[in-house]
């Protein structure tokens, strides 16, 4: 009964490949992003969706691609893997507004080698 | 442009003593705060918030301050035990591109020792 599951958990790849994030939320919630915490440990948004409808693309390169089919599901596609993109990417789901908080999935460890 | 910093990446605190993490931020229009707490290899949970317009919430061991004048909150954890030992993000909503996002600051690592 997991609130905000993704998968995988981790993920190596090599350089130039491509690759998936899947996030799914049983929670009811309209809104869906995707944060990335790099190596300084900041966590910073990079896309907020609601009701499958992008709202917030915060300044990622367009080789990230989200995509949500619906309101429950926000995957993220990244295209020609660099070794700068090896951090933890992690979904996270609220109401509209996000006033009652953001619910946090475990994270995928993403390493590009 | 870092809005909501904390500047101390770690604590060590004894069992059964007062645990105090803080957080400085620069935007005097945020309306709600929010403490997160993260072990490894989980996502963060969500813990305590407090709205502006009050100087302090209380949950349990976990109290959270705010000085608005200051730009400052903190969280008070008493008693410290060792299932607190994590780490603590603070995190406030921002306007950006017409909607809500939380910005988090950097984190403080946690240790309580026995």
């Known amino acids: 009964d997991t609130a905000v599951s993704q998968t995988p958990k981790y993920l190596v790849t090599q350089m130039g490949n491509d690759k998936s994030i899947k996030c799914e939320q049983n929670?009811?919630?309209?809104?869906m992003y995707w944060y990335k915490q790099d190596s300084k440990k900041f966590l910073k948004i990079m896309f907020s969706?609601?009701?499958?409808?992008?709202?917030i693309n915060e300044t990622v390169p367009n080789r990230f691609s989200p995509k949500s089919p619906d309101k429950a599901h926000l995957n993220l596609h990244i295209n020609s893997l660099e070794l700068g993109d090896s951090a933890v990417y992690f979904c996270?789901?609220?109401?509209?507004?996000?006033?009652?908080?953001?619910?946090f999935g475990s994270g995928t460890r993403l390493t590009v080698v | 442009d870092q809005q909501v910093k904390q500047n101390s990446p770690s604590l060590s605190v004894q069992e059964g003593r007062i645990s105090i993490l803080n957080c400085d931020y620069t935007?005097?229009?945020?309306?709600?705060f929010l403490w997160y707490k993260k072990y490894p290899a989980e996502g963060p949970t969500f813990l305590i918030s407090i709205s502006s317009i009050k100087d302090k919430n209380e949950d349990g061991r976990f109290t959270v301050f705010l000085n608005k004048s200051a730009k400052h909150l903190s969280l008070h954890i008493v008693p410290s035990q060792p299932g607190d030992s994590a780490v603590y993000f603070c995190?406030?909503?921002?306007?950006?591109?017409?909607?809500?996002?939380?910005?988090f600051g950097q984190g403080t690592r946690l240790t309580i020792n026995p």
């Open positions: 969706y609601n009701n499958k409808e992008l709202i």
């Open positions: 935007n005097s229009m945020f309306d709600y």
């Open positions: 995190a406030a909503p921002a306007i950006i591109q017409g909607a809500q996002k939380l910005v």
């Open positions: 996270a789901s609220s109401l509209r507004g996000g006033r009652g908080g953001y619910t």
């Open positions: 929670l009811g919630h309209d809104t």
